[in-house]
């Protein structure tokens, strides 16, 4: 039995119900964000050390990038570690950059060849040596590639956004190069991480917490949000389907009435 809160369905598992969803392929999401939680309860439940768990999740996201790509999602964020992730024991967070890396080694051939482009967003400079020169080699081979986006976030906190897109902003206003009169909600998203990258459509949370955790404070505006039950390695692309049909289901209204 998986639980999706606040959507419009249950779907139990054992039903036939679940074959029968059948997904608007004209109302894709086009951005689609993840925050990847429930990894350490997955493993505590296992008796497995909570590294164990990051290291399943790491299937869950080889099985959602394919996908992603399959139903045509052009961006992919994914939260793997946030500026107060850092907090954590010395040996939980050295494990998830070690993994970083060997995903990057032992799938990044085959994301090339499926035209995934890699990038990230989040200060990289604060990253393990290791770590951010795999990551820059994959955004480099990846960077003329056409198909689904796959943006990690790394080292990224929503209230680091925006005061790195002030700052920013504010010497562009200094300089001459920006008037005040020209700042406004349609331009600031230039001043972000996501530059280029458009509003998320869907926020997926599973694992029963419902919050946001310092994730695209500014970008989620008018985000659906789906929550449910599942932590993150048992998250399969039928839960994606299930989530997308949901929020294919709601009525974005953006502030306005239909
Ligand atoms: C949250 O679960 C998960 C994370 C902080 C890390 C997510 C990272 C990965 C799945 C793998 C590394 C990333 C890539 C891109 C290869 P939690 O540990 O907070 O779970 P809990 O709430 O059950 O303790």
Redesign the pocket.
């Known amino acids: 039995m998986v639980k999706f809160f606040g959507g419009k369905k249950t779907i139990d598992e054992n039903s036939s119900e679940n074959q029968k969803i059948v997904l608007d392929m004209n109302n894709i999401p086009k951005h689609i964000a993840i925050?990847?939680?429930?990894?350490?309860?997955?493993?505590?439940a296992r008796n497995l050390p909570?590294s164990m768990?990051?290291?399943a999740?790491?299937e869950?996201?080889i099985n959602i990038v394919k996908e992603c790509d399959k139903i045509g999602v052009k961006y992919l964020t994914?939260?793997?570690?946030?500026t107060e992730?850092w907090k954590?024991p010395k040996d939980?967070v050295s494990a998830?950059m070690n993994?970083?890396v060997?995903?990057?080694k032992r799938e990044l051939d085959e994301m090339h060849r499926n035209n995934v482009k890699i990038k990230s967003m989040g200060d990289l400079t604060k990253l393990p040596d290791k770590c951010r020169k795999a990551l820059e080699d994959a955004f480099e081979k990846t960077k003329d590639n056409t198909g689904v986006v796959l943006n990690?976030a790394?080292n990224y906190g929503g209230r680091d956004d925006i005061i790195r897109g002030v700052k920013s902003l504010v010497k562009d206003v200094q300089e001459g190069k920006l008037s005040i009169d020209d700042i406004n909600e349609g331009m600031f998203n230039d001043y972000l991480y996501t530059k280029n990258i458009p509003d998320p459509d869907l926020i997926i949370r599973p694992?029963g917490?419902q919050r946001l955790s310092n994730f695209l404070l500014w970008q989620c505006a008018y985000s659906e949000f789906s929550y449910s039950d599942i932590?993150?390695?048992d998250f399969k692309p039928q839960n994606l389907i299930e989530a997308i049909y949901d929020y294919q289901n709601r009525n974005r209204r953006f502030g306005g009435i239909k």
Do not use: C, Q, T
């Open positions: 925050i990847m939680d429930g990894n350490g309860r997955w493993a505590k909570r768990g990051h290291k999740g790491v869950s996201i994914l939260y793997a570690f946030s992730n954590r939980e998830l993994l970083i060997e995903y990057l990690i790394l694992s917490e932590n993150w390695p």
